[in-house]
């Protein structure tokens, strides 16, 4: 079973940056679409960025021109650099396989932006 360990939330303003990482464990990383998936308080689980297996990309509206999905298969591991973050982007950020329900969720990692 494929483990994933995300990392790099925190608390940053609005109109800051973070970079999140998620590492996958096993050598089959590279044979997937990846996506970075966000669940904020109360609301479900939604996709916020997803790249496929030969780097195309594509991103849910509200993240369009201020994040960036990318991957690096050598090193197993999947960013999300995130600027011009807002209020509304607070949530627990996850990775996964895109389309996601086949391997376990990681344990997420928190995102908050607040002044």
């Known amino acids: 079973q494929v483990q994933l360990v995300e990392s790099g939330g925190g608390l940053v303003q609005p109109g800051g940056s973070l970079r999140l990482s998620c590492a996958a464990s096993g050598s089959i990383f590279s044979f997937y679409a990846m996506g970075w998936y966000r669940q904020a308080p109360g609301k479900q689980r939604e996709l916020v960025a997803r790249i496929s297996r030969a780097d195309i990309t594509n991103y849910t509206e509200s993240v369009k021109g201020r994040f960036t999905i990318s991957r690096d298969n050598a090193k197993n591991t999947v960013y999300l650099q995130m600027n011009s973050l807002k209020p509304e982007d607070t949530a627990v950020y996850y990775c996964?396989?895109?389309?996601?329900?086949?391997?376990?969720w990681g344990q997420g990692t928190q995102v908050t932006v607040s002044s």
């Open positions: 996964n396989r895109f389309p996601s329900g086949v391997w376990a």
